[in-house]
């Protein structure tokens, strides 16, 4: 979205049933915030779908994939990566270094499900705390993109979109992408 090299984001593990609403998260705020790709578990194939759909419906471009191999993609990623924990540095402290570095080369952003092996840690360029609280992946991973972007990513332009919403004070109002027309609805409106 914004010229610099790719931000790709890796979800780490995904428990069926039990993640399904977290990992398809992780995926949506990629998207949202800025990310240019999200790659899910190999048994996260439901996630994708939605995060797909969202996009087809919502516009992009945005990719969402699945790896049988999230850990060789952590080792061999051609560029710098970022693991998300509550155990790292803080990131108002390493923001900027890793601005910088992403100017040259593709980010990497690693985020856990479950327990972490340490050597994701070990691979890491950074280990990046949001606060050294335990919270979520999902909120993690917005105020990560958002210090990585600068706020760029509120401005974005989506294409190809089927529809789009028109920031209201109050109620929703959804367009057609392609101003053919549209839907205007109240507060309760779905
Ligand atoms: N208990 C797990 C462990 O020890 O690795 C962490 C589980 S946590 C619910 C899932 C993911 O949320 C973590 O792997 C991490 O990516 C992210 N996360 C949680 N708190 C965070 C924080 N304060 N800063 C950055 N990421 C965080």
């Known amino acids: 979205m914004h010229g610099s090299p790719e931000v790709a984001v890796l979800r780490l593990g995904h428990r069926p049933g039990r993640d399904d609403r977290m990992t398809t998260h992780v995926g949506l705020t990629a998207r949202a915030l800025g990310a240019d790709r999200v790659i899910l578990p190999e048994n996260a194939t439901q996630s994708r779908e939605t995060v797909r759909d969202i996009t087809e419906r919502f516009g992009g471009p945005f990719e969402a994939e699945l790896t049988d191999s999230p850990y060789g993609l952590v080792r061999d990623w051609d560029g710098r990566v970022v693991h998300l924990t509550m155990y790292g540095q803080e990131v108002q402290t390493v923001e900027a270094e890793i601005r910088t570095a992403h100017r040259e080369a593709p980010i990497l952003v690693v985020v856990g499900a479950e327990k972490v ?28 993109l958002d210090r990585l972007l600068e706020g760029e990513e509120l401005e974005r332009e989506w294409e190809e979109a089927d529809r789009r919403v028109i920031p209201r004070s109050t109620g929703k109002r959804v367009e057609p992408a392609d101003d053919a027309g549209d839907t205007d609805r109240g507060s309760n409106g779905r």
Do not use: I, K, R
Request: glycine share 8%; aromatic share 14%.
């Open 117 to 144: 092996p340490f050597d994701v840690y070990e691979a890491a360029d950074w280990n990046v705390g949001v606060t050294n609280q335990p919270h979520s992946e999902v909120a993690g991973l917005a105020v990560f």
